[in-house]
């Protein structure tokens, strides 16, 4: 299997536009986490979903971010507009409910001039 | 609110010495991850431990959880220059792998 996919890998945008990360989940796998990490904040949850299903959105940090899974096969975290602040590494990861192991993609390393 | 603390956060060691790096938790939990970290790469699971008195281990490393103390164990034997990377725990508090709160990390870096 090829993993989780992510992209792009590296993003660098100016501060007030819209930046849209991709993720394709592991065939099979029917929960899908969208996870940030920062050197301030550490790996945080941002929203998980299950069976294409936003289950808790509570991570997100302010109305700028939204998550969707249009299909099992597919999800996007869109930031708009985006702000310096936005800059982190974004992971993208994937389960099959209910089992033992979240696997994570390459992630997206975004920088916000 | 769960608090997933990890020591020490730096860690130097040289080859051939054990170490042990702890993961102590806030709150109810019986399932307990360990992951690495390599710089600039993402994230790997070692270990899943899910039950009180767990013990797992694999090469040099040998994970542990005592629930009851809400605390697991990531023991290095005898170490080595490939094992140089951050090492993550991660509890998961709702069952069935949903929402899993990170540790800070524990940066270990070998030493020839």
């Known amino acids: 299997d090829a993993g989780v996919i992510q992209s792009p890998r590296h993003e660098v945008t100016e501060m007030g536009q819209e930046v849209t990360l991709r993720c394709k989940p592991i065939?099979?796998?029917?929960?899908l986490f969208w996870y940030r990490q920062t050197m301030m904040r550490g790996l945080e949850l941002l929203i998980y979903f299950n069976n294409n299903v936003p289950i808790d959105d509570s991570g997100m940090p302010e109305d700028r971010f939204s998550a969707k899974m249009p299909n099992a096969s597919f999800s996007t975290l869109k930031i708009q507009p985006s702000e310096p602040r936005d800059s982190a590494v974004y992971f993208c990861?994937?389960?099959?409910?209910?089992?033992?192991?979240?696997?994570f993609g390459p992630g997206t390393r975004l920088t916000v001039l | 609110e769960l608090k997933v603390e990890q020591n020490p956060l730096f860690l130097s060691m040289q080859e051939g010495k054990n170490y042990t790096i702890y993961c102590n938790y806030s709150?109810?939990?019986?399932?307990l991850y360990w992951y690495r970290q390599d710089p600039g790469k993402s994230l790997e699971s070692l270990f899943v431990l899910l039950s009180n008195g767990a013990v797992k281990q694999e090469g040099r490393l040998m994970a542990s959880l005592d629930t009851k103390a809400r605390l697991s164990t990531l023991h290095i034997t005898a170490a080595v220059h490939d094992l140089s990377a951050t090492y993550f725990c991660?509890?998961?508090?709702?069952?069935?792998?949903?929402?899993?709160?990170f540790g800070t990390g524990t940066r270990l870096t070998i030493i020839p």
């Open positions: 991660a509890v998961d508090t709702e069952g069935g792998n949903e929402k899993l709160t």
């Open positions: 990861a994937s389960s099959l409910w209910n089992t033992d192991t979240q696997y």
């Open positions: 709150t109810t939990s019986d399932r």
């Open positions: 065939s099979g796998h029917n929960s």
